[in-house]
């Protein structure tokens, strides 16, 4: 197998990966505030891209599929059938799989508003945090009918 070919097959699954990515998140109907970390990621692959000697089509579009999926992995939310974590290969967790969910309150000091970070506690005890640009009430009227019964709604 030439390096070609490699860079090749990686092509077509990061692209299927951002094809993916953007599907879901078409599906969002709360969408959390953007992970402007992601962006960092993006600026490392540009300077490895600049130094490295290797210039095929294949290559470039192999880091230009891993700029776009960073870009895309900074948006994250609620869907309909769960939540939308902010992650480089966008997975959607089951609110079947959800144990709980904190939302906190926390004003931005700039401007005055009330943000809500949601913690949201998977049944393998993984965290998903998200920041949403909405009052506590609000984002819990939007997810609470969504949620099973033994799923609970902590407002703090």
């Given at each position: 197998m030439s390096i070609n070919t490699m860079w090749i097959i990686l092509d077509i699954a990061l692209l299927t990966g951002a094809a993916l990515n953007t599907y879901w998140q078409s599906k969002l109907i709360e969408r959390a505030h953007y992970n402007y970390w992601m962006i960092l990621y993006s600026v490392f692959y540009l300077f490895f891209i600049w130094w490295t000697?290797?210039?095929?089509?294949a290559y470039i579009v192999l880091i230009?599929?891993?700029?776009?999926?960073?870009?895309?992995s900074g948006v994250g939310g609620f869907t309909e059938r769960g939540v939308m974590g902010?992650?480089?290969?966008?997975?959607?967790?089951?609110y079947t799989d959800l144990t709980a969910i904190t939302l906190t309150r926390f004003?931005?000091?700039?401007?005055?508003?009330?943000r809500v970070i949601a913690t949201i506690v998977t049944r393998r005890n993984h965290r998903i945090q998200l920041i949403?640009?909405?009052?506590?009430?609000e984002l819990e009227q939007v997810i609470q009918p969504k949620l099973p019964t033994?799923?609970?709604?902590t407002i703090q």
């Open positions: 000697p290797y210039t095929g089509e230009a599929a891993l700029i776009l999926l960073n870009f895309q902010n992650h480089f290969f966008s997975t959607i967790t089951p004003k931005v000091v700039q401007n005055d508003k009330e949403f640009n909405h009052t506590a009430e033994e799923v609970s709604v």
